[in-house]
């Protein structure tokens, strides 16, 4: 599912075994592609690359963007997985 930022925000940003944190700018349209190891996050793709983003984040800053009447979903916080149920 895709969300829009309504304010810019810091995602993990994972390569050569270490992590570093990135800022996404507002207004900017993510992927959300699933859950991650930890529960506290979701994986996320921003132009093309991979991040992970805390979920707390995403239902604070993201604003769900609906293209048909199945695609409701929204993260655990706001209604229990944003990927899948």
Not at 33 to 54: C, K, N, S, T
């Amino acid at each position: 599912m895709q969300y829009r930022l309504n304010t810019p925000t810091m995602v993990l940003a994972l390569g050569d075994n270490h992590q570093h944190a990135v800022t996404v700018p507002a207004d900017k349209v993510i992927q959300v592609i699933g859950p991650a190891q930890d529960d506290r996050f979701v994986e996320v793709v921003v132009d093309d690359q991979h991040f992970l983003m805390f979920e707390s984040d995403l239902a604070a800053r993201g604003k769900p963007i609906r293209k048909s009447p199945a695609d409701v979903r929204e993260p655990r916080s706001l209604k229990k997985v944003a990927f899948g149920g």
